[in-house]
T-cell receptor
Framework: KAGVTQTPRYLIKTRGQQVTLSCSPI?????VSWYQQTPGQGLQFLFE???????NKGNFPGRFSGRQFSNSRSEMNVSTLELGDSALYLC?????????????FGQGTRLTVV | GESVGLHLPTLSVQEGDNSIINCAYS??????FIWYKQESGKGPQFIID?????DKRQGQRVTVLLNKTVKHLSLQIAATQPGDSAVYFC??????????????FGQGTRLTINP
């Protein structure tokens, strides 16, 4: 069973640009969550999508957005990039059903803003 | 922002010894906790989880203990091996409703296994 796939693995962008990251969850999983990991703030929750609907949101500015497609693949977009957006962006896949379910992470996308 | 606290940022143990990594959480309503292991250049890897109706759960070489009275969580790794060297995170799920995912992570403990 294939794991969570994130593309691309690495990105370098300039301040002011926008970026789109992609995540393909484990087959059969319908929930995709996104996290930002930085040395200073650690792992911070961005948002969660389930059946193409955002059902949880973290405390990030509106420049951070996401969406989910009918095949459960998800994308997140960051507009007007700032230097502080440099981070490892991780997505996690889970079934999304039941009381509490395991979340499995991808390798992440390393974004560097210069 | 929100966080689950950890007591130590680094921990060094001898190969073959047992290690204990601690975590404190603040939300008494949290009912699901997970430990993750993250190796350099990789995403967090699920190790073990525990629900609030349990005090202890065991896996292969790992045990998680939950003390709801003092809101404390620990991960015990038995007979540590070089491959156990990594950063370990505790996380709690704080969803808006059942089935949803919103993991709140601690800052992590870097475990180093000395030969």
């Amino acid at each position: 069973k294939a794991g969570v796939t994130q593309t691309p693995r690495y990105l370098i962008k300039t301040r002011g640009q926008q970026v789109t990251l992609s995540c393909s969850p484990i087959s059969g999983h319908r929930s995709v969550s996104w996290y930002q990991q930085t040395p200073g703030q650690g792992l911070q929750f961005l948002f969660e999508y389930f059946s193409e609907t955002q059902r949880n949101k973290g405390n990030f500015p509106g420049r951070f957005s996401g969406r989910q497609f009918s095949n459960s693949r998800s994308e997140m977009n960051v507009s007007t990039l700032e230097l502080g957006d440099s981070a490892l962006y991780l997505c996690a896949s889970s079934s999304g059903r039941g009381v509490n379910t395991e979340a499995f992470f991808g390798q992440g996308t390393r974004l560097t803003v210069v | 922002g929100e966080s689950v606290g950890l007591h130590l940022p680094t921990l060094s143990v001898q190969e073959g010894d047992n290690s204990i990594i601690n975590c404190a959480y603040s939300n008494s309503a949290s009912d699901y906790f997970i430990w993750y292991k993250q190796e350099s250049g990789k995403g967090p890897q699920f190790i073990i989880d525990i629900r609030s109706n349990m005090d202890k759960r065991q896996g292969q070489r790992v045990t998680v203990l939950l003390n709801k009275t003092v809101k404390h969580l620990s991960l015990q790794i038995a007979a540590t091996q070089p491959g156990d060297s990594a950063v370990y995170f505790c996380a709690e799920n704080r969803p808006r409703f059942q089935g949803a995912q919103k993991l709140v992570f601690g800052q992590g403990t870097r475990l180093t296994i000395n030969p």
